[in-house]
Structure formats: C-alpha cells, structure tokens
C-alpha cells in the first residue's frame, strides 16, 4: 500500500478544486422557443390562404344549390315523358310554373305573399320581445324554471296546428287567430335556445361581473345574454321556423272573416279546385320563402356571429 501522506504541522491545507460547473443554457434559446411556438398556435388560428375574390366566393356558395335544382327539374321532366302519367295527377314543370304565372297575373300571387309575409313577421318579432323576457326570467330564477320548464318544453313539440280550434273560438276568423298560433308555435323555441345558450355561459363571468360590480340587470343583459348568443340564435332561427309553419297552418285551416288571403288560403284554394299543378305551385313558392329568408337574413347573421368568436377560422359555411 501506498504510504499515507500527512500534511506538515502549521502548513496550510491544499486547497480543493471545483467540479467543473455545467454550462447554462443559452439565454436566446428560451425566447427563440417561445416565438416558434407562437407562430406556430397563430398559424393555427389563421388562414394562411390569400382570400378568395368576393365573385367567387358568392359563386361558390350559390352554384351548388342552382345545379341540384336543374338536376332534380331535369329528373322530374324526364319522368313526364317517359311515363306519361296523368296531368291532374302528376303535372309537369311546364304546368306548375304556367300555373305560378298565372297567380301573378291575376294578382293573387303577390297579395298572397304580402299578407303572409307581414304576419309572419310581425308574430315573429312578437314572439322574439315575449321568449326573450320569459327565458331571461326563467334563468334568473331558479324555482320558476323548475316549476315551468317541463310545460315549455311540452309546448315544443306540441303541433301548433292543435291550437288552431282554440284560436278560432277565442279571437274568431281574425287575424289575431293567425298572431296567436305563431306566438304559441315560436316562443317556446325561442325560450328553450335561450335557456340552453345561458346554461352553457362559464360561471366565471357571471363571478367576473359581479367583482366589478355589475347589477342584477347588467349582468343578465351585458354579460349573460352575449355569452349565450350561440344557442339563443338557434333557438331564434327554429323559432321562425315554427313560426311560418304554424302560420300555414293557420291560414290553410282557417278561411273567410277578416283573415285575408295568405299563402295557406291560396293552397286551399287549389286543393278544393283538384288544381294540382297550383298545389305544387303554391308548396314550392311556401318552401322558397322559407329558403330565401335563410339565405339572406339568418345565414349571413350567423355567419358573422360565428366569425367574431373565431369559430368560422379556415372555412366559411
């Protein structure tokens, strides 16, 4: 064995020497990480892709619907000529649209659409001032939802045309007869996406307006109601739906009085007359509307609804 060696007595110690410490990290390299990974999460929430001219855009959107209805026109007349079936029983296009002309010449085609048209609407902003404050207070109020929340959503799928006998005793061949079934039909739809949007709202904004001291009022209409927009719009839109079904109903069922001449009256007209190419007519003219109302009021609305809370990034419906 090596012979152990001793310090001399009053010498100093011999001092240690350090491990070689490892070498940090560079600095740059943490931000430069950071700024990589941010580019990458902003790349994910943006359209790298040039936007495309607006023509194109409006071409691409309204194509697709003009090519399927020359399709199924296209199939529909080659069934006219390939079975010949009878005219009273299957009419042509030819017919149906020589049967539309005709409405317009004569005018009624045009008091049809108008009469239907401003009741409908009317209901329909009606029915939006009254499902709003009723779904406003069932929110707020926890006991009252519990105690009518069944009963809305009961009147959901309850056929509006059941009200129609009622409404016709209540207010006679008027057309409050008409206003009351589409309140009956559209405000519970309304009130349930309202309620539904509300339940979806994160309880830390409700905890948020409270801190900066927002009112009981304030805080149901500047917090609670934006952050529920999504499912209130789709209650609004099923609304509407509701509301211009119920109002055919209405209007096919109920006849003379001050009712005037709707849609519903023109297509029970037709039907008495055995006029088929007319019923078609009439049913293709209740359905376009129906479309056209889409397409120019609630898409677009949605549409920009959806874009402001970045839920339509890389695509557009």
């Not at 409006?58 to 529909?76: C, E, Q, R």
């Not at 049967?99 to 005018?107: E, H, K, N, R, V």
């Not at 005793?169 to 409050?176: A, E, K, S, V």
């Not at 009022?217 to 609304?239: M, R």
């Amino acid at each position: 064995m090596p012979p152990e060696t001793t310090a001399a007595p009053g010498a100093a110690a011999p001092a240690s020497v350090p491990e070689a410490a490892p070498e940090p990290a560079s600095a740059a390299a943490v931000p430069d990480e950071l700024d990589t990974l941010s580019a990458g999460l902003d790349r994910l929430q943006s359209d790298d892709a040039p936007p495309a001219p607006r023509w194109r855009d409006a071409l691409s959107k309204t194509l697709p619907p003009i090519v399927l209805l020359v399709v199924l026109l296209g199939v529909w007349q080659l069934y006219i000529v390939l079975a010949h079936p009878r005219p009273d029983k299957a009419p042509s296009p030819l017919a149906v649209s020589s049967a539309l002309g005709d409405a317009w010449a004569s005018g009624r085609l045009q008091e049809a659409v108008a009469t239907s048209l401003e009741r409908g609407v009317i209901g329909f902003l009606v029915a939006i001032v009254v499902g709003t404050a009723l779904g406003m207070l069932l929110a707020e109020w926890t006991l009252l939802r519990r105690a009518a929340g069944p009963l809305i959503s009961g009147l959901t799928v309850l056929p509006s045309v059941a009200w129609v006998p009622a409404a016709i005793i209540w207010f006679g061949l008027t057309d409050g007869t008409a206003y009351f079934v589409i309140l009956m039909g559209a405000i519970p739809s309304i009130v349930n996406g309202l309620l539904s949007g509300i339940d979806q709202v994160p309880p830390q904004l409700r905890r948020v307006g409270i801190v900066l001291g927002a009112s009981r009022w304030q805080l149901a209409t500047a917090v609670v109601l934006p952050a529920a927009l999504p499912g209130y719009f789709a209650g609004l839109k099923q609304g509407w739906a509701f509301a211009w079904r119920s109002l055919m109903a209405a209007e096919i069922i109920t006849m003379g009085g001050t009712m005037g001449f709707g849609l519903g009256t023109l297509l029970n007209q037709s039907r008495e007359l055995a006029d088929l190419a007319s019923v078609l007519a009439t049913i293709l003219l209740i359905l376009a509307i129906g479309i056209l109302i889409e397409l120019v009021l609630f898409g677009p609305l949605e549409r920009r609804m959806l874009r402001d809370r970045g839920l339509l990034i890389g695509g557009a419906r």
